[in-house]
């Protein structure tokens, strides 16, 4: 009997440690899932859209020319006796470059001078016969008028012959002497001193290249031909050159031509523009980035670039709420230029918008906003 008794204590004993440890269980799961689950906050980088002054322009692609580019070359036959400019220098117009022999030119001048004092005095010797004739109408016959009448406007021929030949002559001479046409800069020289030179074969001295002011021609497509029309007729339109990295301003000029036609197989307008370039940062031939301004909106509504998204229904922006929540919120874009998008319509300036991390948002996601880089490292 004491043995059976004890295992009926023995199975009521783990009997209630069972139904205890069942209690408990339920007890735990009930109290964990009486918790709400905590969400952690999204870290993105946040910034304020701003408002100010920007400019409406249009890109393209330039080559730099110069305004004018003169070859230099001999007009007369002769040795090259000097060489007066250095390679690279700068000169103005009139300025003598080179000097060939003028000496058998000097010397042609000369016999011309001589041949037209030979016959100025022949032709008034005639002349005094002519008039003696004259006066002696009742001795001398017609004929011997008429004849004599004849050598004096032969004489007079000869002295106006005699007058071309001389201002060919000094023609020939000036040509000895090498001007710069133009103010410019020299380049390579191609001829040195002492060889001979030949006009029928066109050799080149040198070419002098115009650097103030000077011209960069570029494209844009057929479709602004009207806003750039439009721009002109409100003023001179700025242009700016850049180099090829497209942050770098070089210069800042003026638009002066737009093309009489459009190009059909690309669709594009040519155009011109002009650079005072004193600083001489354009050079004749380099590849330039161009942008055109046709418009500078005041007050505009400003977001970074990277700010605007694209979704299914168009462009939007997250824009933050004060409970450190996005909403997504749709906008309408304008131009974009240094990593700025103007926006025309949807936000307002001063509103917080998400700059970066965007790709883990949806509406309705709590954030931590974050400082950008860049003004943590100016805060440095």
Known sequence: MRTAGRVILAALLIGGAGVAAVKMSSFEFSGRSAKKPSVAAI??????????????SHDGIGTVQASNTITIRARVD???????????????AGDVLAIIDPRPFKAALD???????????????????????????????RQSVDTQSMVV????????????????????LSYTTITSPITGRTGVRMIDAGNMIHASEGAALLVVTQME??????????????????????GPVRVEAYKRDGKSLLSAGTLSVVDNQIDTATGTIKLKATFANTDRRLWPGAFVNVKVVTEIKHNATVVPAQAVQRGPEGLFVYVVKPDQTVEMRPIATGNTAANSTFVKTGLAAGERIVLDGQYKLQPGTKIQSLVPIEKTARAG
Do not use: W, Y
């Open 78 to 92: 002769g040795t090259l006796e000097k060489v007066l400019f250095k390679e690279g220098q700068d000169v103005k």
């Open 153 to 172: 406007t032969q004489t007079q021929a000869a002295v106006k012959s005699d007058a071309a030949a001389i201002e060919n002559a000094t023609v020939q």
């Open 43 to 56: 870290p993105v980088v946040t910034g304020l859209a701003r408002s100010e002054d920007f400019a409406i």
């Open 213 to 234: 002011p000077i011209f960069v021609t570029f494209t844009l497509p057929e479709d602004v031909l009207d806003e750039i029309s439009a721009a002109m007729a409100r």
């Open 111 to 141: 016999q011309a001078l001589a041949a037209k004092a030979k016959d100025e005095a022949q032709l008034a010797n005639a002349r005094l016969d002519l008039k003696r004739f004259t006066d002696l109408r009742d001795f001398a016959s």
